[in-house]
């Protein structure tokens, strides 16, 4: 009976790392996927959340329980409070409802879906380009996908002037999805002030802000100063949703551990919307794995591990810098044609380098480097050793 279904082609990203790991080569090197590996070239653990793991397994109250539909209610009070801040009037004032979710993706399903059957203006605006993936949630949803002009290929930076003329047309009502910090795949974030433009024209239009955040403390190495956009819009009233993944600023990939949040007029509708992201859950999986939300906020409760956990994203931010530089630096000294200044200015776990689809097939055939056909390279993959031999790719690739 299944024997006119047709093969289905690998995902973009994830499909990368499959090509990868059946290249034979010594030298192949994995750039797709937007996982952190250290100088070795290896996943890392963080500490910090080895010794919550150990905290977790010696504690013998710890039961195997099923969690409410919602989620760890602590993991959610903490979640909320680690984007918002601890003195954020929408959390005294309960009118925030946050959900524990399967990391990002999941948290922007779940919202999707809420979105679909309870707003009356079921558009969203995502921007161009975005994450792969994004298009995909929002239609499987039940949203119509359109975009809004982001990235200027021509200076490598932000289309601020598109942007705003884009939000500006599109309906009242229309949802739009905004990358939190470090937009993925071009590494641009619009600057605190253009945040606040778009903040203003977003509000005056009624359009609702769906937040996507999957970097906090990865773009500047500070928790607080990357929620500093989605701060902007929880201080002046108005409502919004935000998903947010530990996947990468705690390590937590395989734990499927994020949240959805969604920020309401009053503590009444926030406690009715609570009661619809329930319909939508439970028919979904039930209720959410207990184990990376558990870690989660054994860490974001102690001052201490908190703390720790700071150092230790700092230390991968930073390191993920260094890489910039490096490749910056290898590029120049080999006299590669071109400006390859972006490099150091973007932000976060990606540069978009710019490089085409021809010429990233080039450097998969022969350097054994995987990276998206789009031109995107996740710098947290990069080590000093590996960095020669992509500037070689490189090099070759454009001077073809
Ligand atoms: C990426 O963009 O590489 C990451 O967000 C991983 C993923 O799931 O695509």
């Known amino acids: 009976v299944f024997s006119h279904v047709v093969r289905g082609p690998e995902d973009p990203i994830l499909g990368v790392t499959v090509a990868y790991n059946k290249d034979p080569s010594p030298v192949k090197l994995n750039l797709g996927v937007g996982a952190y590996r250290t100088e070795e070239g290896k996943p890392l653990v963080l500490n910090v959340v080895r010794k919550a793991e150990q905290l977790l397994v010696n504690d013998r109250s710890r039961v195997k329980e099923y969690l409410p539909i919602t989620g760890l209610a602590e993991f959610n009070k903490l979640s909320a409070k680690l984007m918002f801040g601890a003195n954020c009037p929408a959390i005294q004032e309960n009118r925030v409802t946050t959900v524990q979710c399967l990391s990002g993706t999941g948290s922007l399903r779940v919202g999707a879906e809420f979105l679909a059957k309870h707003h009356h203006q079921r558009t969203i605006y995502i921007p161009q380009p975005t994450w792969g993936n994004h298009p995909k949630i929002f239609t499987l949803a039940g949203l119509s996908v359109k975009t809004y002009r982001y990235y200027d290929p021509a200076t490598r930076g932000l289309n601020f002037q598109g942007l705003?003329?884009?939000?500006?047309?599109?309906?009242?009502?229309?949802?739009?999805?905004?990358?939190?910090?470090?937009h993925n795949p071009t590494g641009v974030d619009p600057t605190f002030q253009q945040w606040e433009q778009i903040r203003k024209l977003m509000r005056s239009k009624g359009l609702m802000p769906f937040f996507d955040s999957a970097y906090q403390g990865f773009a500047s190495g500070s928790l607080d100063a990357d929620a500093q956009p989605v701060r902007?819009?929880?201080?002046?009233?108005?409502?919004?949703?935000?998903?947010?993944?530990?996947?990468?600023?705690m390590g937590l990939y395989g734990e499927r551990i994020g949240a959805l949040s969604i920020v309401c007029k009053t503590a009444d509708v926030a406690g009715r919307v609570e009661s619809q992201l329930k319909l939508v859950i439970r028919p979904m999986y039930s209720n959410p794995p207990i184990h990376g939300a558990s870690i989660v906020a054994a860490i974001l409760k102690d001052r201490d591990l908190y703390n720790e956990w700071t150092i230790e994203l700092k230390a991968m931010a930073d390191r993920i810098i260094s890489m910039r530089q490096k490749l910056f630096e290898a590029l120049h000294a080999r006299g590669t044609p071109g400006d390859w200044s972006h490099i150091v200015k973007q932000i976060g776990m990606f540069t978009f380098t710019g490089l085409n689809t021809k010429q990233v097939a080039f450097m998969t055939k022969e350097y054994h480097i995987y990276m998206t056909s789009d031109g995107r390279i996740s710098m947290a993959g990069l080590s000093s050793k590996t960095v020669p031999h992509l500037a070689d790719a490189m090099h070759a690739a454009v001077k073809r």
């Open 232 to 249: 902007m819009f929880v201080a002046d009233g108005g409502e919004l949703l935000l998903a947010q993944s530990y996947a990468k600023n």
């Open 164 to 182: 705003v003329e884009d939000l500006n047309s599109a309906p009242s009502g229309a949802i739009v999805l905004l990358h939190a910090c470090a």
